[in-house]
């Protein structure tokens, strides 16, 4: 690799990495801002309210057009183990 190829190559890495950099910056930001709110859909999600609800959309007590993609029994807790997830590749990095 000649002295120009490198600079270019090692240009081309500083701008991917400012790239991302500036992307994950950004993405935990806006994490970080919905902390508080995603304790309380883990609190909601783990309450016997929720289990209510559950049981009413069950029953067809709910609106057709509501949306329930919280009642399901997977969505909420595919993302808190996502949280889990993040956190340990976080703490690996």
Request: charged share 30%.
């Amino acid at each position: 690799m000649t002295q120009i190829e490198r600079i270019e190559y090692m240009e081309q890495i500083l701008d991917e990495a400012e790239a991302a950099t500036q992307v994950l910056l950004l993405a935990l930001e806006r994490y970080r801002a919905l902390k508080p709110r995603m304790a309380e859909l883990e609190a909601y999600y783990t309450s016997p309210q929720w289990m209510r609800d559950y049981e009413d959309d069950c029953a067809g007590r709910l609106p057709e057009g509501l949306r329930r993609g919280v009642l399901s029994e997977d969505a909420v807790y595919d993302l808190l183990h996502m949280q889990n997830v993040l956190q340990a590749m976080w703490e690996e990095a």
